[in-house]
């Protein structure tokens, strides 16, 4: 509940989350560059972040993330369709890229390891800590207070994206950002339904990373940046359709009455 040492440890999850990725940033290009081979530096860059994320779970002793009640997955697991939807649909567009990849299958291994990190990474801090330590503060009495916190949580996720202006430039990162904001929202929203599984959340982002890697052309020479860049021509017309599709997910997700079932049968647990 609201307690300043539950205030505390949510302050202490975003000063984590916050200097996890601008050590992240200042080092990874330095790690990249020490490989010749891009899959291997982004690999190992990546990897950096996840012991830098680790380490900052472990120092504040949040272990509490990677526990999880798996009963809720029996019921929730439904809750990510849209995620579903989108992964099947950037497999189909990425199709072509996958089919002229020229990487070699240990640097398709290697990708693959890169999403799984991401996604790691990405959850531990913002799901798994930030937003679990934001539900103990904020508390689960109602259907605001659960919402309240997803979309807290999904607007550090998507701020935390304005990093990438390094490499995306300044308009492409801001667009970055307020998409990812969006689907912060709604994969809050899946992470509470699922009894705060961390390990799903996890899976489910290091697939969707996955295919959005191949669909930007990853196997092939692309970048995610050069993906990011385009995508952010969509201008106000693109976030309004994400913003349409998101939101209507997440009310879905967390549409009072499923709320309040959810809220009772933790109750009665």
Not at 104 to 125: I, P, R, T
């Amino acid at each position: 509940m609201r307690t300043k040492k539950n205030l505390m440890k949510v302050l202490y999850a975003v000063a984590a989350a916050v200097i996890c990725i601008l050590i992240y940033k200042l080092l990874a290009r330095h790690i990249h560059g020490f490989f010749s081979n891009d899959f291997v530096g982004s690999f190992m860059a990546q990897l950096f972040f996840a012991l830098l994320a680790t380490a900052a779970c472990m120092i504040l002793r949040m272990t509490d993330t990677f526990e999880t009640d798996w009963s809720y997955l029996k019921k929730g697991w439904t809750a990510a369709g849209l995620e579903y939807a989108l992964i099947l649909l950037y497999s189909f567009l990425g199709l072509a890229n996958l089919m002229d990849s020229t990487a070699k299958w240990w640097e398709f291994l290697l990708l693959f390891g890169q999403a799984l990190l991401v996604g790691y990474c990405e959850e531990l801090l913002f799901r798994g800590m930030i937003q679990r330590s934001l539900h103990k503060y904020v508390g689960e009495r109602n259907w605001p207070d659960v919402l309240l916190v997803c979309i807290i949580s999904g607007l550090l996720f998507g701020a935390a994206h304005i990093s990438n202006a390094t490499s995306t430039g300044w308009g492409a990162a801001l667009y970055q950002a307020a998409i990812t904001g969006l689907t912060g929202i709604y994969l809050g929203a899946v992470y509470w339904r699922n009894g705060k599984n961390v390990w799903f959340m996890m899976l489910l982002h290091a697939v969707y990373d996955m295919v959005g890697f191949i669909m930007a052309g990853r196997l092939s020479g692309g970048t995610v940046a050069a993906a990011t860049q385009h995508a952010s021509t969509n201008g106000v017309r693109g976030f309004f359709t994400w913003f349409v599709l998101y939101g209507a997910a997440t009310f879905i997700v967390l549409r009072p009455k499923k709320v309040n079932e959810v809220l009772a049968q933790s109750i009665a647990k």
